[in-house]
């Protein structure tokens, strides 16, 4: 089955936003770079080795209580946890957030054949926002209806997809989602609806 014949079978299309819409490491580790700087000019602690601890942690280890291990490595004041929390909301990357190649395609192909296309995110809906407003759309966004999972049904994805299903009157048999991970797998087949792994989109 081609990507045509998802969007000819289809009505409804529903993303994940962080790694399947583009890369979440591409904001993270621009977080953790101005985080530094940060802290650079409050404590004179030189940037460069804290970004470099921040991103070999990060690819190593993932997110999960990067700040901890770096304030550990530093010898930071818990009092700068704070400021990172914040960066994570509002923080003005120095680059755009690019869409995946492959991923901007499918989606300009959906807008093209009048198809429906939601953006469905769970995590910290101030946060979440903010990576959206950073991204390079490329004129997508217009076309494009956006929930937050916590906003809707305290962070449960399946309940907010079939809130939102029943709200735009969508057929469930012609949705289709597409994420990553047997978590997004797991949520949209306990509402019955097709899932799409990103993997097919991003792997030739």
């Known amino acids: 089955m081609d990507y045509n014949t998802y969007i000819k ?36 602690i030189d940037a460069q080795g804290i970004i470099s601890f921040m991103e070999s942690t990060y690819l190593q280890d993932g997110e999960i209580n990067i700040f901890e291990k770096t304030a550990v490595q530093f010898g930071l004041d818990n009092k700068y946890k704070i400021n990172f929390d914040l960066l994570q909301q509002n923080a ?16 300009k192909d959906i807008i093209t ?8 995110t769970d995590g910290d809906p101030l946060k979440q926002l903010n ?4 991204v390079e759309w490329n004129g997508v966004e217009q076309y494009l209806t956006v ?19 029943l709200n ?33 989109l991003l792997v030739p």
């Open 131 to 134: 990576k959206i407003r950073q």
């Open 168 to 200: 735009h009157e969508l057929d469930g048999d012609k949705v289709m989602v597409i994420g990553t991970g047997r978590a997004d797998q797991n949520f949209a087949l306990s509402s019955k609806i097709k899932f799409l792994s990103i993997d097919k």
């Open 92 to 107: 003005r990357l120095p680059l755009k957030l690019l869409l995946f190649a492959p991923v901007l395609e499918f989606l």
């Open 113 to 120: 054949a009048g198809k429906k296309l939601f953006l469905l």
């Open 9 to 44: 079978e289809n009505d409804a299309f529903f993303f994940e936003l962080d790694n399947v819409l583009y890369p979440e490491k591409d904001y993270l580790l621009q977080v953790y770079y101005l985080f530094a700087q940060f802290i650079e000019y409050g404590e004179q």
């Open 147 to 165: 929930y937050f999972a916590e906003e809707i049904s305290n962070g449960s994805k399946a309940e907010a997809l079939d809130a939102v299903i």
